[in-house]
Nanobody, 119 residues
Framework: QVQLVESGGGLVQPGGSLRLSCAAS????????MGWYRQVPGKQRGLVGI???????YYAGSVKGRFTISRDNAKNTVYLQMRNLKPEETAVYCC?????????????WGEGTQVTVSS
């Protein structure tokens, strides 16, 4: 059974930074691409970024240059470092794991962690 557990969310001021972690358990991680999505209430869930099994990264245009995704395969953990956060980025941030066919989208989802950007 695959489990993804996010942590690190909280309240941060505009312009601040936050680092999210996602711990994976089960028969998944080092061979799988991992991603972060976020959902604002009432809006469609959106991709934040992806890190492949080889460490290559892809980011949504709105976060490029401010957010960094990384992974530690020894710890089965993926990270999302967020800098210069904006109020409109208040959302639930979810960790995902892809199967072997990435175009099918994420196969597993965590429950998410709330990030609130407010003064």
């Amino acid at each position: 059974q695959v489990q993804l557990v996010e942590s690190g969310g909280g309240l941060v001021q505009p312009g601040g930074s936050l680092r999210l972690s996602c711990a994976a358990s089960g028969s998944i991680f080092s061979d799988n691409a991992m991603g972060w999505y976020r959902q604002v209430p009432g809006k469609q869930r959106g991709l934040v970024g992806i890190v492949t099994s080889g460490g290559s990264t892809y980011y949504a245009g709105s976060v490029k240059g401010r957010f960094t995704i990384s992974r530690d395969n020894a710890k089965n953990t993926v990270y999302l470092q967020m800098r210069n956060l904006k109020p409109e980025e208040t959302a639930v941030y979810c960790c995902t794991a892809y199967g072997h066919i990435m175009v099918l989208g994420p196969k597993y989802w965590g429950e998410g962690t709330q990030v609130t950007v407010s003064s």
